[in-house]
């Protein structure tokens, strides 16, 4: 569903991608793990076309991100570390908004958008302005946005963050949701202990650089994904 080929990033003389390669399938939950500035939200950025990259290739669902930016992002959801939203809509005006985007029909709009934000808690805040809402009602009105129209490939940086456990809970559900029905999703996060029970595959990036990849199995081996990524980051100082 997502694959990244030799991918290449920099920012003058800095080089924040270091040709990457990874492969999420249909069905798989796919964690990627780093330090802050270790380049992972660059990657997603790169793969949902938000920015040019100098070097490789990215396909969604086997389409060109570089050849047919816009046919990709139709078959991908994007929620960034810090979602920026219209603060003047009111929350159902702006998932209307989110849902003509994606030429979503009237009865499945309405079915997805009740069922998700009755999940998250939020139905009786839709008719108020965004400007009024908390962090945590942002995060949970973006992620509504982001699964209701049924993405192939969803992508998410930090997607945790400012999300109260139970709220924490309900996304992890949707996503194991939106993986039975065949969707693929990529993750970024810090917070391991998530990824160790969440993740099908995991991938660790240090410096733009793929330093360990595989199934959470493989990757934590016969510890705790938490030891490892601290053995690893002991052996780079």
Do not use: W
Not at 25 to 46: D, L, M, R, V
Not at 54 to 59: A, C, P, Q, V
Not at 135 to 162: N, T, Y
Request: proline share 3%; glycine share 8%; charged share 25%.
């Amino acid at each position: 569903m997502l694959k990244i080929q030799n991918l290449t990033k920099k920012y003058g003389d800095k080089i924040a991608v270091d040709d990457l390669s990874l492969e999420i399938h249909s069905g798989e939950i796919y964690g990627f793990i780093g330090h802050n500035g270790a380049g992972k939200t660059t990657t997603i950025k790169c793969c949902c076309g938000l920015i040019e990259f100098d070097s490789g290739e990215i396909y969604v669902d086997g389409i060109s991100i570089k050849e047919d930016p816009l046919e990709c992002k139709r078959r991908l959801s994007y929620l960034p570390d810090n979602p920026d939203l219209y603060g003047f809509m009111t929350g159902i005006k702006y998932l209307n908004f989110v849902a003509d985007i994606y030429s979503m029909g009237v009865e499945e709009r309405e079915y997805q958008i009740h069922k998700l934000s009755d999940m998250f808690g939020i139905t009786e805040d839709l008719a108020q302005p965004i400007n009024s809402y908390s962090h945590g009602m942002k995060q949970k009105l973006a992620l509504i946005s982001a699964f209701m129209h049924k993405p192939k490939l969803v992508l998410l940086d930090e997607p945790f963050v400012g999300l109260d456990p139970m709220a924490a809970h309900r996304m992890k559900e949707e996503m194991r949701n939106a993986c039975k029905e065949g969707a693929a999703v990529f993750f970024s996060t810090h917070v391991l202990e998530v990824a160790e029970k969440l993740c099908d595959k995991i991938a660790i990036i240090r410096d733009g650089r793929l330093v360990l990849s595989g199934t959470t199995e493989e990757v934590r081996g016969a510890a705790s994904l938490e030891d490892v990524f601290l053995s690893l980051e002991e052996d780079n100082d």
